[in-house]
């Protein structure tokens, strides 16, 4: 049997990926597994559960209009522990039956800076991990990780491998990949360096599939429609993408029989969901915090907030992705729609703090994107000089100490955030920031629309009354 070595059993693998693999098993096409485990001691209890359960679990799905379901998802052949030496992850990587290693890694995880070089000044862990690579020990970073897989895969002569990214960094395959041969390249092991260039490929995918995490209340409500107590539950909503470019050099899955879009490119599908529904939902969940909202739901629901979404994409993301010299293949008002549907389930109580997380990577991933182009084309960028806005004032609330929640942000400097909210012009010294705003940093028309924005966002705060619905 075939194998997919999966790095990350994070809810959003199993809600996701796992799922699909489980919908070809269920066809009786049983040619694929999944073997997974984590590069860090986390999940510890969930790991253990899932082993317990011989990599088993139930996904409850929940649709916009309140419709839940219940299904046990067992396409998880082998949970492979966590060791520190990631001997089990290893191994199975190091295994002739494994074609695919995919993973799901958060934004700030790949360590690139706006010009996607390695940025080991500001990542010490990514310093501490190329420093043991070196020394022939595994690490827990991405590359760190696929490294020593990778050696120990070269060595066994077990052949080609497709590296599968599962996650929102956008052009992920190309990204990722490109982060991994620098990391080998500064290791100095150029033998290594040619095998997985000559013997490996990175498609780029684009994945979407809204994943809360996992609360006591799923497993209570798994329990009461299923029997089945299962401390591993979790929950999703109903809607499902996955689109993959057809660029595998072991094979894949029949993957498009269960749903999967296999496509030539990715870019006009990760362009869409980056923008209408990754930024969309950052400006959400910056925005609800601030008026002291606890889900997404609520923030959507609020007829500001939701303007806010609306006018951002409607004004500023829809006419630089969908033009005369380039249409989109994607109905974007359409899409815009659906994802504001989908934001306003109160059944999925997704957080702002899962949300608002990792800021400091959204900003120039997936915002500042759409601020060049408007400025290229010299045209406004008041609707989406919101979103920068409210994460500044997001940001000067944590440095105040007043944020509800702990806010996680991997490739934050606490020391350079409190001192752009102690500067003696905020705005300036944010809009400045070479790592969230590269070749824009210091840009006259970007300060000016992020400072208009920021009093339409203190207007929008001072003067919030509005009472959020309670869940049903």
Partial sequence: MNVILHLGLGSFHRAHQAVYLHELQKTGDRRWSLAGGNTRPDMAETIATLQ????????????P?????????????????????????????????????SFTVTEAGYYLDAYNRLDLTTFAELRADLEAVKAGQPG????????????????AGAGPVTLLNCDNLRHNGDRSRGGLLQFIELVGDTELLAWVQAH????????????????????????????????AALMGESFSQWVIEEHFVAGRPAWETVGVQMV?????????????????????????TLINRLYIHEGTQHPVIRQFAHDYVTDDVIPVLDTPE???????????????????????????????????????????PTIRQRLARGESIDSVGVLPALFLAYLQRWHAGLLPYTYQDQA?????????????????????????????????????????????????????????TVPA
């Avoid at 522990?81 to 191994?91: E, V």
């Avoid at 827990?140 to 060595?155: D, F, K, N, S």
């Fill in 140 to 155: 827990p970073t991405i590359y760190a990780a696929l490294t020593a897989i990778l050696r120990a895969r070269r060595a």
């Fill in 264 to 288: 030539d490119s990715v870019d006009a599908f990760e362009e869409a969901k980056i923008r209408l529904l990754n930024a969309t939902h950052s400006c959400i969940a910056w925005a609800g």
């Fill in 52 to 63: 317990a359960q011989g990599g088993a679990y139930t996904l409850e799905t929940i649709s």
């Fill in 200 to 231: 490996t490929s990175s498609p780029n995918a684009m994945v979407d599939r809204i994943t809360p995490r996992p609360t006591p209340d799923v497993r209570e409500r798994v329990l009461a429609a299923t029997g089945v107590d299962d401390p």
């Fill in 65 to 101: 209009a309140g419709v839940h379901r219940y299904e046990r998802i067992t396409a998880i052949s082998q949970v492979i522990p966590h060791t520190p030496d990631l001997a089990g992850l290893i191994r199975q990587g190091a295994s002739a039956d494994t074609k695919i290693i």
């Fill in 412 to 468: 934050m400097d606490p020391a350079v955030a409190n001192a752009m909210c102690e500067a003696a012009d905020p705005v300036l010294a944010f809009c400045s920031d070479v790592p969230l705003w590269g070749e824009l940093a210091g840009d006259a028309r970007l300060v000016k629309a992020v400072r208009r924005a920021g009093e339409r966002v203190q207007r929008f705060v001072t003067s919030s009354t509005w009472v959020p």
């Fill in 326 to 368: 380039h249409p989109c293949p994607i109905d974007l008002p359409r899409y815009r729609d659906v994802v504001l549907e989908r934001f306003s389930n109160p059944a999925i109580c997704d957080t702002n703090q899962r949300v608002a997380m990792d800021g400091f990577s959204k900003i120039p991933g997936f915002i500042a």
